[in-house]
Every structure is written in structure tokens, then in C-alpha cells.
């Protein structure tokens, strides 16, 4: 089965990573992106872990798109 990703999960982790980058990450949107990884794959009846391996893999750091 695929892992669909939504844009709220793509935007959540790019937003995520650029406050990595700038040494700014806040537990806020380390939060955000934890709760809907999780959110998303309850609802997609899928592993959280097969869910966020699937947005590191596609998200902006380096190996991602």
C-alpha cells in the first residue's frame, strides 16, 4: 500500500525543517508535525512510522525532494 501524503503534513515538516536549519525549531511545530503524522495515519489505517519515514523521505532535507 502507498503512502499518501497530505499538503498539511508536506508544509508542516517543510516548516519544521527550515526552523531546523535556522537552529529555531520550537516544541510547538515539533508538536504539530507529531500530531499529524499520527492523526494521518490513524486515519489512513497505516504505521506512524511508515508515515513519517515516508515524509523524511519526500520532505526537503537532504534525500528528500
Known sequence: MAIELTD???TLETRAWEE???G???VDT???VQATVTAHA???E???FDVETELKFRG???GGV
Open 8 to 10: 498539511e503534513l508536506i
Open 20 to 22: 531546523i536549519q535556522a
Open 24 to 26: 529555531a525549531l520550537t
Open 30 to 32: 515539533a508538536a504539530a
Open 46 to 48: 497505516q504505521y506512524r
Open 42 to 44: 490513524k486515519a489512513s
Open 60 to 62: 526537503p532535507e537532504p
